[in-house]
């Protein structure tokens, strides 16, 4: 990929402009201007609906955004990303989990062998393995079929996976599964407490099987297991994934229930591999393939959409434009079904850890902002939360509202109280409410002229705040899949326009050796030389 400095093309000098003369504009009167504001500025597409037409922007700042795109060279980039090359500079590696969900007969190459037949040999495996513990006909130490399941990882080793499975409960079978995912011993074992382990089967879920999370979670798990299990046992009832097989194999899990993974899927883009496998343990393995053929759709979608129609393309420019240009700091996602709960904690993950850099594709430390921070909660409840701060605060929160036509169990009262909620927010950011208005209705409501006077400048709102509509026809595995894969596409087309390197971790290695050195001062009760907060800290813990 090339490395261009986004803030040195014509396109970005034309927006800095463009941006002193827009940023006043007020999105009611853009609304009052041109009745066909709302079609010009909506994507249909499949059953997506995206209406991004209450951003505060003008076609011209669409054109200028997309000029941007062109000139950062996203086309070809797209075609790296696609093509296996090894985009991932630093690590040396292609991010291919887009290679996860293509059809069997598709031919991705990676130096010179095509990737798609282990890819298929993988999911043939999930399928059996999933079709025989659903079924019971796999059963466990006593002859007893499983009932629950446990994924044991962090990272993209269980926020992928928990999400995914949360969001799809209404699809999910009898088995109940769990995740453990803390070093906190009292997350395992609160997990534990409900548990049997005769009929319970056990995921270690690592791509490199040296998370230390991880691995004492799986060795804790396995010592409560070998309290009331033989040795030959734990073959059965543990199953791992991960492209480590040497540590799967010293942990003591039989080959066959290894399941592989590659360098080139990346840990938070990893869920449609075998890391999934306990969505497809809880779903079924149907509905684990639909939500990868949702999630090809958008692929090709991405990949061959004009970047005026293309859904990712245009997400990313508009958070282009708030972060750099309106200098917003934070973007909110509000899904508008309980399901969704645990998405913005996944696109924490997925966004955060990859467009948090600060140094570009030429090792320079930038001079612009690039990851946005990302946070949010389900609507209705966030309403009652954290909106007030949307609504009246200082800061400026572009926010995804996501909604589905139809509810899945079909109360059609409560979708619609659901729905008119979701609609008036983006509404009232809209249009807020000016002094008049509020003078008006406090004197309607019979205050005197003095309380009328105290209270307006309170009750007012600017409005004039940026939200994108996603309306999609219904949560269904293939639609879960689109919405999935739109994000990782965003996140693709930010890194390039800003120039980083989207697809390492490096920010996260520091802690993790901290935490070793101060793991091995705490086990020997022996404080090294530190920053006096620490030491103190230290201290006061040990004594
Ligand atoms: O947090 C760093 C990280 O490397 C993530 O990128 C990854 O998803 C997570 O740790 C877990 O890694 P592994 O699957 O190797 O245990």
Redesign the pocket.
């Known amino acids: 990929m090339k490395s261009i400095n986004p803030t040195q093309t014509t396109a970005w000098k034309k927006l800095e402009k463009h941006f002193n003369e827009v940023q006043k504009l007020q999105l009611k009167d853009l609304f009052k201007k041109d009745s066909e504001r709302a079609s010009a500025f909506t994507i249909a597409w499949e059953d997506f609906y995206l209406d991004y037409s209450k951003n505060r922007i003008t076609k011209e700042t669409r054109d200028l955004l997309l000029e941007l795109a062109e000139e950062c060279d996203l086309k070809s980039a797209i075609d790296s990303y696609f093509n296996g090359d090894a985009i991932n500079q630093t690590e040396n590696r292609a991010v291919l989990h887009t290679a996860l969900r293509a059809p069997a007969d598709a031919k991705i190459t990676l130096d010179g062998e095509n990737v798609v037949p282990e890819v298929q040999e993988a999911k043939e495996k999930i399928k059996k393995f999933s079709e025989k513990i659903i079924s019971g006909e796999k059963k466990g130490f006593t002859g007893k079929a499983f009932t629950d399941v446990v994924n044991i990882?962090?990272?993209?080793?269980?926020?992928g996976p928990v999400m995914v499975t949360e969001s799809l409960q209404y699809y999910q079978n009898h088995l109940n599964v769990h995740y453990v995912s803390n070093v906190d011993g009292d997350h395992v074992q609160e997990i534990l407490k409900h548990l049997n382990p005769e009929t319970t089967l056990f995921l270690v879920?690592?791509?490199?099987?040296?998370?230390q999370?991880?691995l004492t979670n799986a060795t804790t798990i396995r010592n409560w297991f070998r309290k009331t299990a033989p040795q030959e046992a734990v073959a059965e009832h543990f199953a791992a994934v991960?492209s480590n097989l040497k540590n799967v194999e010293e942990f003591g899990i039989a080959i066959e229930n290894v399941f592989p993974?590659w360098d080139w899927v990346?840990?938070?883009f990893?869920l449609w591999s075998a890391?999934g496998l306990s969505i497809s343990l809880a779903v079924g393995y149907n509905n684990f393939e639909a939500l990868l053929t949702g999630a090809h759709k958008m692929d090709e979608h991405f990949k061959t959409s004009d970047f005026k129609e293309n859904i990712p393309v245009q997400l990313a420019l508009l958070s282009i434009w708030y972060n750099n240009f309106f200098k917003a700091e934070s973007e909110a996602v509000i899904p508008y079904t309980q399901y969704l709960h645990r998405l913005p904690a996944y696109l924490q993950?997925a966004i955060m850890?990859s467009n948090g850099k600060s140094v570009d594709r030429n090792g320079n430390k930038v001079d612009y902002q690039t990851g946005t921070l990302i946070w949010g909660e389900p609507g209705t409840n966030s309403q009652h939360a954290f909106f007030q701060l949307i609504h009246q605060g200082t800061k400026l929160i572009p926010a995804d509202f996501i909604g589905y036509k139809t509810s899945l169990h079909q109360d059609q009262d409560h979708h619609n109280k659901l729905m008119a909620n979701f609609f008036a927010q983006t509404e009232a950011l809209l249009q807020g409410k000016s002094k008049v208005e509020v003078k008006q209705e406090l004197e309607t409501q019979g205050l005197s002229k003095d309380a009328v006077r105290k209270l307006s400048a309170f009750k007012e709102f600017d409005g004039n705040k940026p939200t994108n509509t996603l309306l999609v026809n219904k949560l269904t595995p293939e639609s879960l899949g689109k919405l999935i894969a739109m994000y990782e596409h965003k996140i693709f087309v930010q890194g390039v326009i800003w120039n980083i390197f989207s697809y390492d971790?490096w920010g996260?290695e520091l802690g993790?050796q901290l935490a070793s050195n101060i793991l091995a001062e705490i086990e020997n009760k022996s404080i090294n030389n530190h920053d006096s907060s620490t030491k103190s800290l230290l201290e006061f813990f040990l004594k």
């Open positions: 990882g962090i990272g993209g080793s269980d926020l879920v690592s791509k490199t099987f040296t998370t999370e991880t991960s993974m990346g840990g938070r990893s890391v993950q850890e971790q996260v993790k």
